[in-house]
Nanobody, 124 residues
């Protein structure tokens, strides 16, 4: 089993920044991708960003490209999401997730474990 715990969410004004963190514990594995997804009220859970096991590949949703940066620290079993130039449209619960294997995916069904999420609210 893998446990994922997100932190760093909160209330921020438009144009501001937040840094989300996700701590992974439990079973360890040699290769896995880690992703961030978000879900706004009444909407589907959407892909935000993913990073492969060695950090060599990062992929972003078009809506966050150029504003968000995903990174990971395999020594600490952490993944981060730096979010800049936030807008009210970024308001959502943000989830981190783990996908077994070395390939990345933007599809939530391809992920094996999920955290409980952290709320991000951007005021206008």
């Amino acid at each position: 089993q893998v446990q994922l715990v997100e932190s760093g969410g909160g209330l921020v004004q438009a144009g501001g920044s937040l840094r989300l963190s996700c701590a992974a514990s439990g079973r360890t594995f040699s290769t896995y991708s880690m992703g961030w997804f978000r879900q706004a009220p009444g909407k589907e859970r959407d892909f935000v960003a993913v990073v492969t096991w060695n950090g060599g590949t990062t992929v972003y949703a078009d809506s966050v490209k150029g504003r968000f940066t995903i990174s990971r620290d395999n020594v600490k079993n952490m993944v981060y999401l730096q979010m800049n130039s936030l807008s009210p449209e970024d308001t959502a619960v943000y989830y981190c997730a783990v996908r077994y294997g070395s390939s990345w995916s933007t599809t939530s069904q391809d992920y094996n474990y999920w955290g409980r999420g952290t709320q991000v609210t951007v005021s206008s």
